[in-house]
């Protein structure tokens, strides 16, 4: 629950913030009367956000077993490309947003016509919402626990509109830079993961070899498959399921917070321990690009809406 609680207020922040910009900025011109043009197309990025979900939570139960696990861990990839791609994309467009939105807007509108704007309240949104509604249902196939995660992600959802409203008027402030930075790093680590249990995913059926394939090694004493040194590359890296009970509050906990799973394969360790590695070392190294380039600018830096 406190996994997607904070998947969906990122998210959902991203999204509020961004309406809000188009928001503020349509009244600013004096143009209310295209506003419900943009909520719009705010409303179809919605409805297909929950479309996708909906088709993705009750379509499985019509696949086999094997396809099950074949389609989610390939959308469990699809969502850590698409995560990975929007955190660095925050990181590199954060300072420009703003002008950048009010940029499409000018056009839009110079444009003329309903589906202008239709189409920029869609396009903004739409993003977000296909990009959360894989990641917090490969997480639900990874937890197994269906209403605390949707419970989560649907309080941070709507924590994240009441606080882009907020900022947007600027009835509160907050340092956003500092914001968005902090839920990167925990994004990327939910990402690493997701990641490692899509390897599950396709090692389970033989898309991708493993534990659960004819090539796994066996430990000649116990007749299972291998664990530790001896298990590598296609074996148990560790099985700790003795001491903590998968499905258990500790299993979940780790689970939500650092990926980490009471038994993992090689494949999925070497996949999660990769991904921090390089997706880690290039945000954290943007953000310090980000910090000297502050520290040398002779003027401020914009700053996002509410941003203190």
Same mark, same amino acid.
């Given at each position: &629950?406190?996994?997607?609680?904070?998947?969906?207020?990122?998210?959902?922040?991203?999204?509020? +913030?961004?309406?809000?910009?188009?928001?503020?900025?349509?009244?600013?011109?004096?143009?209310?009367?295209?506003?419900?043009?943009?909520?719009?197309?705010?409303?179809?990025?919605?409805?297909?956000?929950?479309?996708?979900?909906?088709?993705?939570?009750?379509?499985?139960?019509?696949?086999?077993f094997q396809a099950q696990e074949i389609i989610g861990g390939v959308l469990s990839l699809a969502a850590v490309a698409m995560v990975t791609w929007m955190v660095f994309w925050m990181q590199r467009t954060a300072k420009t947003m703003k002008s950048t939105l009010e940029g499409d807007v000018d056009r839009a509108l110079a444009r003329g016509g309903m589906w202008a704007l239709v189409a920029l309240g869609f396009l903004s949104v739409a993003r977000e919402g296909i990009e959360t509604?894989?990641?917090?249902?490969?997480?639900?196939?990874?937890?197994?626990?269906?209403?605390?995660?949707?419970?989560?992600?649907?309080?941070?959802?709507?924590?994240?509109?009441?606080?882009?409203?907020? +900022?947007?008027?600027?009835?509160?402030? $907050?340092?956003?830079? +500092?914001?968005?930075?902090?839920?990167?790093?925990?994004? $990327?680590?939910?990402?690493?993961?997701?990641?490692?249990?899509?390897?599950?995913?396709?090692?389970? #059926?033989?898309? $991708?070899?493993?534990?659960?394939?004819?090539?796994?090694?066996?430990?000649?004493?116990?007749?299972?498959?291998?664990?530790?040194?001896?298990?590598?590359?296609?074996?148990?890296?560790?099985? +700790?399921?003795?001491?903590?009970? #998968?499905?258990?509050?500790?299993?979940?906990?780790?689970?939500?917070?650092?990926?980490?799973?009471?038994? &993992?394969?090689?494949?999925?360790?070497?996949?999660?321990?990769?991904?921090?590695?390089?997706?880690?070392?290039?945000?954290?190294?943007?953000?310090?690009?980000?910090?000297?380039?502050?520290?040398?600018?002779?003027?401020?830096? #914009?700053?996002?809406?509410?941003?203190?």
């Open positions: &629950m406190f996994a997607t609680f904070l998947i969906g207020l990122r998210e959902g922040l991203e999204a509020a +913030l961004v309406v809000g910009m188009l928001v503020a900025y349509v009244s600013r011109l004096g143009r209310r009367d295209v506003l419900p043009r943009l909520w719009t197309g705010v409303g179809l990025a919605v409805t297909l956000a929950v479309t996708i979900g909906a088709i993705l939570t009750f379509g499985a139960y019509t696949l086999t509604t894989l990641l917090l249902w490969s997480l639900v196939q990874s937890f197994g626990n269906a209403p605390a995660a949707l419970l989560g992600a649907i309080l941070g959802i709507l924590t994240a509109v009441i606080a882009g409203w907020l +900022l947007t008027r600027g009835l509160v402030r $907050v340092n956003l830079r +500092l914001f968005f930075a902090w839920t990167g790093a925990i994004l $990327v680590i939910a990402a690493a993961g997701v990641l490692a249990y899509a390897f599950k995913d396709l090692q389970e #059926p033989g898309v $991708v070899p493993g534990p659960f394939t004819a090539g796994a090694p066996i430990d000649p004493a116990t007749g299972a498959v291998a664990i530790g040194w001896a298990g590598f590359p296609l074996g148990w890296a560790f099985d +700790l399921s003795s001491s903590i009970a #998968p499905g258990g509050a500790l299993a979940t906990v780790l689970q939500a917070t650092v990926g980490f799973m009471p038994r &993992m394969s090689w494949f999925q360790v070497i996949a999660w321990a990769g991904y921090i590695a390089i997706v880690g070392s290039f945000f954290a190294r943007g953000l310090r690009r980000r910090a000297s380039t502050r520290a040398a600018s002779p003027s401020p830096v #914009p700053h996002l809406v509410g941003e203190s």
